[in-house]
């Protein structure tokens, strides 16, 4: 039974613990940049915490792993060493065995190997080379430091529910007390108040603790006492009479309750954490909801129309409220990019490191939401790209230095709204795209006829294509087969587009658009026929009414009009949906200029009824996909109107054109 | 009440429907309700015996003819005209049939195969058939009537990796 209930919070813990790694990693990256103190604090308690962690779930290996990680880690933060870039690449390799040792945990493997074990011995001789002093100063810590805590209650802090034993108890989870008891304010037996507190406490706690972790346990009684805590100086004196000795238990649960709120506090992702203020808005916008409601409910009662623009007014207020509560609903699923953009410092130091290169990683807008499905899948193509930007966009400084840029490429992340949609861009200062070589190995498969009168971004949208690479030599980083064509799918199936613009000699930009949510678009209800189909409102660019002589016919069937500038294909949809009763002119009808992929086309419907929000529905739930159409909605009226796949539209119009 | 037992567990019972003047039954656990006709939206690219979806509560529900589905004329929708709602395999569907008319008990031993008839109603649809009295009732196999478009589903996906090629 005990088994079971302990692995009910084994979950809990892995994501703790790896966050706390995300944490580590993170702080022991920006060490390497040159940090402060508070970062070796921060790298300290997440090991820690890992370490109590894992001793208390029963995973040994792992605790004996950041033991003696932490007693490394102790030393550094005592000041007895230097931290240098073999410890942080030390450290760096102890979190990624750790991240390997949670993962065989979670599917029941053991958790050593040999790595873990030569890592472990690699970090004992670490902490052994301090020198003799520190060695034997880290053996008996209990000399090293100490604090004297004077504690005095006042008389009503056990009305407050506070016990003093509660918090020696507490202190005796840090370290080796002598605790010495104040007996001059008890009074005498006839004048005293059993519920005051009449006792004082001197504390000596010896041990290497800080003097926040020890303010930590007196967070809540700050005000219902007197308390000073000062440095031990001098060797203990002699303990004064009345003296009990509170026995320190090896309390890895109570160290670990100090330090969770520093590892939690870092990295959000994994599982859904709502903010406080996200929840409280919530509940405000239901009052609200709840008032208008009792307000219009008092014309069930009695209506007569000198009260119309009170109705109206509720209506109004009623609409607007759900629309907000709408948007706070959905905001719940928005998560920061940052928990996605968190793991590149790390990829680009390894692999700058592994190729010789030097790259500074720049990253904007981590604060960027994005709905938590579109997140988890988005992370894999970045990764991707990021790769290949170093790999094969960034020269080596020998490389910069001789077309006359600085020594140090820059790769920038950046995350921004536009429109309805997320951007996501990746841009390196690198070589650009190799031109030639794309060139020769896109003759070489015969995707295209001749390397004639191909624009740098139509080379761009060579490397998108499956199985191309070129690389020279495959290298273990890139190449692997898995190319440029997965990262485009991924994005499209998020119901994202990429991009990309390239100039040789001066960088690639990768642009990826992605939606702001899966569930609810904003669109217009365009009438063809009989039928009425949503249009997502992000791919129009404009409606337009055309005369009939705006139309050029081109041989095969297919119809062109000039717009800005450019000819784009008309795309009858009632022809392409086979709608009935539909308007055949196009000066009678509207013609919705609408962009996909980079394409635009005229759509050509009757008319537009108006704009609304459209909760997507699956149509493949219980039926099937249908080409050019994206999903479903259910109107005001509760009847179903179909949402356009612009793309899909647009593919199927070439494909019957093809035909 | 051992009685009644063994007799359930020998019988199951068939929701019959009236589909030019013939009586069809379905298996009444994979029906969901029975509604009045309603119109319904048109999907393009499908057969042409899907008439289109319908909204069930939220759920968008595509929607046969069962008529057309067996390749009989259309008939005029009038006031007996329904959908009943099925559920086979975590699917819904509505089937329009003429009129519902009663729901019966067949024991499993009153099920007979179906001969080959050559008829107008192609027989893959059907699991059976059995007499109530002096009625013949064929019974409906739910599962068979969405089927036959795995291999559209399948033609459509191919041509989805076709467009993805061209395009790429």
Not at chain 1, 281 to 304: C, H, K, N, P
Request: aromatic share 4%; proline share 4%; with cysteine.
């Amino acid at each position: 039974m005990s088994n079971i209930s302990i692995a009910q919070f084994h979950k809990v813990f892995f994501e703790e613990s790896l966050e706390g790694l995300d944490a580590m990693e993170a702080a022991l990256l920006a060490l390497d940049e040159g940090g402060d103190a508070e970062l070796v604090h921060s790298i300290f308690r997440a090991a820690h915490s890992i370490k109590g962690g894992s001793a208390t779930f029963g995973f040994p290996d792992m605790a004996a792993l950041t033991h003696e990680a932490e007693s490394l880690l102790d030393q550094v933060r005592d000041g007895r060493r230097a931290i240098d870039k073999s410890i942080i690449e030390l450290m760096l390799r102890t979190v990624d065995c750790l991240r390997g040792m949670f993962d065989r945990a979670q599917s029941g493997q053991p958790l050593a190997n040999g790595e873990s074990e030569s890592l472990k011995q690699q970090l004992a001789a670490a902490v052994g080379h301090a020198g003799p002093t520190a060695t034997k100063v880290a053996a008996k810590p209990a000399a090293a430091s100490g604090w004297i805590i004077q504690f005095r209650p006042h008389a009503g802090m056990l009305a407050g529910g506070n016990d003093p034993l509660r918090l020696l108890r507490e202190l005796a989870a840090l370290g080796q007390l002598v605790v010495e008891a104040q007996l001059d304010r008890v009074p005498t037996l006839d004048a005293l108040d059993p519920t005051e507190c009449h006792l004082g406490w001197r504390i000596e706690l010896t041990g290497s603790v800080s003097r926040e972790a020890i303010a930590g346990v007196f967070e809540w009684v700050e005000d219902e006492c007197d308390l000073s805590i000062e440095p031990l100086v001098a060797a203990a004196p002699p303990p004064a009479p009345a003296v009990e000795a509170v026995s320190a238990p090896a309390g890895a649960g109570g160290a670990a309750g100090t330090t969770r709120s520093a590892a939690a506090s870092s990295n959000d992702a994994g599982s859904v954490r709502v903010g406080i203020d996200k929840i409280d808005g919530l509940i405000d916008l239901v009052g609200e909801l709840v008032i208008t409601q009792a307000m219009l409910d008092q014309f069930r009662e009695e209506f007569d129309p000198s009260r119309l623009a009170m109705l109206q007014q509720g209506l109004a207020q009623l609409a607007r409220h759900t629309r907000t509560l709408q948007e706070s609903v959905m905001g719940i699923r928005m998560l920061p990019i940052g928990s996605v953009f968190n793991r590149f410092p790390r990829l680009v130091r390894d692999l700058s490191q592994k190729l010789g290169k030097q790259v500074k990683l720049e990253l904007v807008g981590e604060h960027t939401e994005l709905d938590k499905t579109v997140l988890e899948k988005i992370g894999d193509p970045l990764v991707h790209l990021v790769r290949n930007a170093i790999d094969h966009g960034l020269e080596t400084p020998e490389k910069r230095r001789a077309t006359g840029k600085g020594d140090i490429g820059t790769l920038r992340l950046e995350a921004f709204h536009r429109g309805g949609s997320i951007v996501v861009e990746i841009v390196d200062d690198g070589a650009g795209l190799n031109r030639e070589a794309i060139i020769a190995k896109a003759l070489q498969k015969g995707l295209i006829k001749s390397g004639e009168g191909i624009s740098d971004d139509e080379v761009g949208e060579l490397i998108f294509q499956p199985g191309f690479s070129t690389a020279a030599v495959t290298t273990d980083l890139s190449g692997r087969g898995v190319g440029m064509d997965v990262v485009r799918r991924n994005v499209v199936d998020l119901g994202g587009t990429v991009a990309i613009k390239t100039r040789p000699g001066n960088g690639t930009t990768f642009t990826i658009t992605l939606p702001l949510t899966l569930a609810i678009i904003d669109g217009l209800r365009a009438a063809v026929g009989d039928e009425c189909y949503i249009v997502p409102l992000v791919s129009i660019v404009e409606s337009i009414q055309l005369p009939a002589e705006a139309i050029r016919s081109v041989t095969g069937g297919g119809e062109l009009f000039r717009f800005r500038g450019e000819y784009r294909p008309i795309v009858r949809l009632h022809q392409q949906f086979g709608c009935t009763n539909a308007r055949q002119n196009i000066e009678d009808g509207l013609v919705i200029v609408v962009e996909a992929d980079g394409n635009q086309v005229g759509l050509f419907v009757d008319e537009l009824i108006g704009q609304q929000q459209a909760v997507v529905k699956s149509l493949e739930a219980n039926y099937r996909r249908v080409d050019g159409i994206s999903g479903a909605t259910i109107l005001a009226d509760g009847s179903v109107a179909l949402i356009i796949d612009i793309a899909g539209l647009i593919r199927l119009q070439s494909r019957r054109k093809a035909a | 009440m051992s009685d009644l037992a063994r007799g359930e567990a020998l019988q199951s019972q068939y929701l019959t429907v009236n589909l030019a003047h013939e009586e069809y039954g379905v298996d009444i656990l994979s029906v969901r309700e029975i509604r009045g006709w309603t119109p319904v939206t048109r999907i393009p690219q499908s057969p042409h015996y899907v008439l289109g979806v319908l909204n069930l509560r939220g759920a968008i529900v595509p929607v046969i003819d069962l008529r057309l589905r067996f390749g009989l004329a259309r008939e005029e929708y009038n006031a007996t005209t329904v959908t009943v709602i099925i559920t086979v395999a975590g699917r819904q569907f509505g089937i329009v049939v003429d009129a519902v008319s009663d729901v019966i008990d067949v024991a499993s031993d009153a099920l007979r195969p179906v001969p080959d008839m050559g008829t107008t109603v192609d027989t893959e649809y059907l699991k059976g058939l059995t007499s109530i009295g002096d009625r013949m009732v064929l019974l409906l196999d739910a599962d068979k009537l969405l089927q036959p478009q795995d291999a559209q589903m399948l033609e459509a996906a191919l041509n989805a990796a076709d467009d993805v090629k061209a395009v790429a």
